[in-house]
């Protein structure tokens, strides 16, 4: 297993475009989260998926954001109609169900909205 | 809602030297606390985590530190080298749902 996977590393999109990121996690992994981190600031999360069960939504996932996880396995990231403010790196991370265990992040998806 | 706070925010350091990150947080009940590394424009690399229950762990040049009660933690980084610079991030699991709160980290540079 190579980790968790993201792709594209790097989207430049027009103001208006739709985007969609994909995130393959550490394969035994059963949460699957994504994040997002402006320059200089940490991450803030998004949302989290159990399986392909969605189970946390962050109110900075705008009606424009929407996440899944079909099969319990990768999991797609869509910005509708992006928009300047959207521009950001959007990380992607896994663990396993124990509260104690820690995250695997992926490189990141640099999206920026011209 | 849990607020993580990294002191200081930049750090620059001549080659050698010992160096200590802060991280504080709000609310104690955490489940563990996990410490990143960041280079420039990439994603975040695992260096230590430490459970809830635990006070420190150790990985060659890095030990950490949790005082949950306090709700501080330390990073120690012995015998610094060029190599360290990055943006350090401390972030807290706050429940078995397993969000990750962060603070904005600190960035290091070890210069020769």
Known sequence: DT???????HKIT????????R??????HNRLYWYRQTLGQGPEFLTYFQNEAQLEKSRLLSDRFSAERP???FST??????EQGDSAMYLCASSLAQAGDGYTFGSGTRLTVV | KQEVTQIPAALSVPEGENLVLNCSFTDSAIYNLQWFRQDPGKGLTSLLLIQSSQREQTSGRL???????????TLYIAASQPGDSATYLCAVRGS???RLYFGRGTQLTVWP
């Open chain 2, 96 to 98: 078995t749902l397993g």
């Open chain 1, 77 to 82: 990231l869509e910005i509708q109609r992006t």
């Open chain 1, 3 to 9: 980790g968790v996977s993201q792709n594209p590393r």
């Open chain 2, 63 to 73: 030990n950490a530190s949790l005082d949950k009660s306090s709700g501080r933690s």
């Open chain 1, 23 to 28: 995130c393959d996690p550490i394969s035994e």
């Open chain 1, 71 to 73: 099969k319990g396995s």
């Open chain 1, 14 to 21: 027009k103001r208006g475009q739709n985007v969609t990121f």
